[in-house]
């Protein structure tokens, strides 16, 4: 089982941490990833992360303004989210794969959190 939580309402230009939590589950075992899904839009590739967290692969639109980070021992996947525009408004998912890292498609990952949602005012 996967929990998201730290979304809000932010104006342009601020950040946002948004943490996922593990449970039930060898979370070392799986690399993750974050989705995003706006209203009307299908869900969207993020960030990733290796099992170790020693590599990471962003969706173009995120470089440089997203940071995903774990820590094992706790069970977590992080999301850092600076610089963040009115479009990065939408409802973020955290999500376990156990085969395949830096996957950007959905079906790849077996395991979802129930999504935190992130808007951002103009």
């Known amino acids: 089982q996967l929990q998201a939580s730290g979304g809000g309402l932010v104006q342009a230009g601020g950040s946002l941490r948004l943490s996922c939590a593990a449970s039930?589950?060898?979370?070392?075992?799986?690399?993750m990833g974050w989705f995003r899904q706006a209203s009307g839009k299908e869900r969207e590739f993020v960030a990733s992360?290796?099992?170790?967290?020693?590599?990471?692969y962003y969706a173009d639109s995120m470089k440089g303004r997203f940071t995903i980070s774990r820590d094992n021992a706790k069970k977590t996947v992080y999301l850092q989210m600076n610089s963040l525009k009115p479009e990065d408004t939408a409802a973020y998912y955290c999500?376990?794969?156990?085969?395949?890292?830096?996957?950007?498609?959905?079906?790849?990952?077996?395991?979802w959190g129930q999504g935190t949602l992130v808007t951002v005012s103009s």
């Open positions: 999500a376990g794969n156990a085969v395949r890292s830096h996957s950007t498609t959905p079906d790849a990952y077996a395991y």
């Open positions: 039930g589950l060898i979370f070392s075992n799986y690399h």
């Open positions: 992360i290796s099992r170790s967290g020693s590599s990471q």
